[in-house]
């Protein structure tokens, strides 16, 4: 079983930054891939970038390139969203999860574990 934390979400103001952390516990062999989602009240989970489990591969929502950037950690267990130039509509929770494959898959669907969400807030 893996449990994951996520932790950094907060409010900022539009063009600010944010940095998110996910740990995951329980498993620390590391070869998972893991991701971030974002949803809004009424909406479905929506994928945001992922990493592989060797952190070779990235990929990112058409939405998010060239503001966020996805990283696993030097303990590799944990994974990072840096998010720049931050814009009202990415206000959401985001969610961190992770998949027992080590190659990741945007359906939400395709992942095994969830956190428990991390509200981002950004004002006009």
């Known amino acids: 079983q893996v449990h994951l934390t996520e932790s950094g979400g907060g409010l900022v103001q539009a063009g600010g930054s944010l940095r998110l952390s996910c740990v995951a516990s329980?498993?620390?062999?590391?070869?998972?891939?893991m991701g971030w989602f974002r949803q809004t009240p009424g909406t479905e989970r929506e994928f945001v970038a992922a990493?592989?489990?060797?952190?070779?591969?990235?990929e990112y929502a058409d939405f998010v390139k060239g503001r966020f950037s996805i990283e696993r950690g030097l303990a590799s267990n944990t994974m990072y969203l840096q998010m720049n130039s931050l814009k009202p509509e990415d206000t959401a929770v985001y969610y961190c999860?992770?998949?027992?494959?080590?190659?990741?898959?945007?359906?939400?669907?395709?992942?095994?574990?969830w956190g428990q969400g991390t509200q981002v807030t950004v004002s006009s």
């Open positions: 329980g498993r620390t062999d590391g070869n998972f891939a």
């Open positions: 999860a992770g998949t027992l494959s080590p190659y990741y898959y945007r359906p939400s669907k395709t992942y095994d574990y």
């Open positions: 990493v592989s489990a060797s952190a070779a591969s990235t």
